[in-house]
């Protein structure tokens, strides 16, 4: 029982992190139109960048600052190559702009994979993780950490004002009625481009402080993590249904648990597989989501 | 024959093969990822069935590529007409199923593979020889029956869901039919190149059969061209090959190279290197002996990159 409830508060802060991934995926596919395979990759680069200047510097701060700046830059990099690709929608499908991120992706970890620590996966210091102070919460063989607890709390305050700025602001009014409808989001005067663009801060933004959290969380990265996440927010969002912020909330905490349950009774490698069984056989008897597409069918 | 030559021109035909695979399912609109799964599993059936049962190099070579359709029918079931997304995500979920069960099952020889797989005949130079003249069999085979099917009414369906997959279903054409179709051809030729590949190697890792190996069938295929099957025949000997010819230094960054071209060729040229229309044009100068003839308009403006 001490193991279920140890393992339970484990995957919620797992699951917070699927979370903060799947919602901006959701965001970018349903506003900027695309399906961005590689977004927890650029993820993944933050924590690299975050870790050089922890390792550089010694200063903590700049670290999420890095961290933070460097996820929003990758994305606004990247932005001008999808809308390249988006304004040729007449003779180029959706599906260009996953083989687009693929690329990006593959580009991104195999760079990973050369140069920082020398290919080595990297640690983050103890002053980043806090994992020197011990647990924060200790009974019995219930340990809860710091990390969980903060990545919890966060996960929890910025899918709030997350959901907060979509249903309740005028930008975020806009991101829905273009997930709705562009062409006649287009008509009432709101700029597809200008909102675009904003999405993709957004959702750099989101990632540079999921990075952070991850950081915390884990305490350490490598590479191929980043194409690990890749698949699973992949899969959240599919058994969610594509476009869907609410089920991606709902199936992200879920897979947090269950790979934590699964890990808990499991050895490594085989807990990460049966999580994919899972995830397979939901797909697969599920292949439009458990929550419903948010996008037409003929737009994917 | 050198070693050198053999590798290079065996491992062309393998990625000749595995590019198609993804092309055939692509005609649809579908990246079937799963191929590389399929070539995994039948790699390490082959070497298994004539390590320990001596099966002879035909047998394995129609078991694994029966059990490689086999598996792709089976998944094609649910997924036949499934959206690109779900489909790619099957396809990387069992890779990395394959790869797990690979690496922690004892007699797939864990991470480090599987060694000392059986010559078809006992020279070495006649056993390159005999080996380059099967791959290459296989591989016009495949081509040839690729090219009949671009050309028949299956084909012309397929482009038509491609373009408009409701367009498709009113003229009576079933999606999930031609998908399940195309998805069990593709695993089946993942599944006969998995077994080609084990005989080439004589040894298979889990390394082997990794999200690298789908980067580079992807970038020969989108390189080359998607929209026919001729841009992967261009395309696979040169991208296979040119890091080859660079400095050792340079040979790391293959995979860099290999994303960096397909973020380019996406961005100048979406459709690829060769297109369906270049294609037309060029067999319109063949039939007409150089007399200029304007191509048959396409059915639609996709259909025809």
Same mark, same amino acid.
């Given at each position: 029982m001490n193991v279920l409830t140890a393992q339970f508060f484990n995957g919620l802060a797992i699951g917070s992190i699927y979370v903060l991934l799947a919602t901006g995926f959701n965001l970018l596919l349903?506003?900027?139109?695309?399906?961005?395979?590689?977004?927890?990759?650029?993820? #993944?680069? $933050?924590?690299?960048?975050?870790?050089?200047?922890?390792?550089?510097? /010694?200063?903590?701060?700049?670290?999420?600052?890095? +961290?933070?700046?460097?996820?929003?830059?990758?994305?606004?990099?990247?932005?001008?190559?999808?809308?390249?690709?988006?304004?040729?929608?007449?003779?180029?499908?959706?599906?260009?702009?996953?083989?687009?991120?693929?690329?990006?992706?593959?580009?991104?970890?195999?760079?990973?994979?050369?140069?920082?620590? =020398?290919?080595?996966?990297?640690?983050?210091?103890?002053?980043?993780? /806090?994992?020197?102070?011990?647990?924060?919460? $200790?009974?019995?063989?219930? $340990?809860?950490?710091?990390?969980q607890i903060l990545t919890l709390a966060v996960g929890?305050?910025?899918?709030?004002?997350?959901? =907060?700025?979509? *249903?309740? $602001?005028?930008?975020?009014?806009?991101?829905?009625?273009?997930?709705?409808?562009?062409?006649?989001?287009?008509? #009432?005067?709101?700029?597809?481009?200008?909102?675009g663009l904003k999405s993709y801060a957004l959702t750099g933004l989101l990632g540079g402080v999921t990075a952070v959290l991850m950081s915390v969380l884990l305490g350490s990265a490598s590479a191929g993590l980043g194409d690990q996440l890749g698949h699973k927010v992949l899969a959240v969002s599919i058994i969610a249904g594509l476009g869907n912020l609410t089920g991606g909330l709902i199936v992200g905490l879920l897979l947090g648990i269950l790979e934590a349950l699964i890990q808990g009774y499991f050895a490594g490698s085989w807990s990460n597989a049966i999580s994919f069984a899972v995830m397979l056989i939901v797909i697969l008897a599920k292949p439009r989501g458990i929550f419903g597409l948010k996008l037409r069918f003929q737009e994917i | 024959m050198t070693l050198t030559l053999f590798y290079y021109l065996a491992i062309t035909a393998i990625y000749i093969l595995m590019s198609w695979s993804v092309y055939l399912p692509y005609r649809i609109g579908q990246l079937h990822f799963m191929t590389v799964a399929n070539m995994a599993i039948s790699a390490y059936f082959s070497a298994l069935m004539t390590i320990h049962f001596s099966w002879?190099?035909?047998?394995?070579?129609?078991? +694994?590529?029966?059990?490689?359709?086999?598996?792709?029918?089976?998944?094609?079931?649910?997924? +036949?007409?499934?959206?690109?997304?779900?489909?790619?995500?099957?396809?990387?979920?069992?890779? *990395?199923?394959?790869?797990?069960?690979i690496e922690n099952v004892e007699i797939f020889g864990g991470p480090l593979g599987i060694f000392n797989i059986p010559k078809i005949i006992n020279s070495s130079s006649g056993n390159r020889i005999l080996l380059i003249i099967i791959v290459y069999f296989f591989v016009f085979l495949t081509g040839f029956f690729i090219n009949r099917f671009d050309r028949s009414k299956l084909g012309r369906a397929a482009s038509t869901i491609f373009v408009d997959r409701n367009i498709a279903v009113s003229f009576g054409v079933n999606p999930k039919k031609i998908g399940m179709f195309l998805q069990t051809w593709s695993s089946a030729i993942g599944g006969m190149s998995g077994v080609l590949y084990a005989f080439i190697m004589r040894g298979i890792s889990p390394n082997h059969f990794t999200f690298n190996f789908i980067g580079i069938c992807m970038t020969i295929l989108f390189v080359g061209g998607y929209s026919t099957m001729w841009g992967t025949l261009l395309a696979a000997p040169i991208l296979w090959g040119f890091p080859l010819i660079l400095p050792e230094?340079?040979?790391?960054?293959?995979?860099?190279?290999? /994303?960096?071209?397909? #973020?380019?060729?996406?961005?100048?040229?979406?459709?690829?290197?060769?297109?369906?229309?270049?294609? =037309?044009?060029?067999?319109?100068?063949?039939?007409?002996s150089g007399k200029k003839v304007t191509p048959k308009s396409p059915s639609n403006k996709k259909a025809a990159q």
């Open positions: 349903l506003v900027a139109r695309i399906i961005h395979f590689a977004f927890p990759v650029a993820v #993944v680069f $933050s924590m690299y960048i975050s870790w050089i200047l922890i390792t550089l510097t /010694g200063n903590v701060l700049a670290g999420i600052a890095g +961290g933070i700046v460097s996820a929003v830059l990758i994305n606004m990099l990247t932005a001008p190559m999808f809308q390249h690709i988006m304004n040729k929608r007449e003779s180029v499908d959706i599906n260009t702009t996953m083989v687009l991120s693929m690329g990006l992706g593959m580009i991104i970890t195999d760079i990973l994979s050369h140069t920082f620590n =020398q290919g080595f996966p990297i640690a983050f210091p103890d002053t980043l993780t /806090g994992n020197d102070k011990g647990a924060l919460i $200790s009974s019995g063989l219930i $340990s809860i950490s710091r990390g929890v305050v910025f899918v709030v004002i997350l959901f =907060q700025l979509l *249903y309740k $602001s005028r930008i975020g009014r806009a991101f829905r009625a273009i997930a709705e409808d562009p062409n006649e989001a287009k008509l #009432v005067g709101i700029p597809l481009l200008k909102t | 002879p190099f035909p047998l394995v070579l129609l078991a +694994g590529t029966l059990l490689g359709a086999l598996t792709g029918f089976a998944v094609s079931t649910a997924v +036949g007409d499934a959206p690109c997304f779900a489909v790619v995500i099957v396809g990387f979920t069992f890779i *990395y199923l394959t790869k797990t069960v230094s340079l040979q790391a960054w293959n995979i860099v190279i290999y /994303g960096i071209l397909l #973020v380019i060729i996406l961005l100048l040229k979406p459709e690829g290197i060769i297109t369906r229309v270049m294609v =037309q044009r060029v067999e319109n100068i063949r039939l007409f």
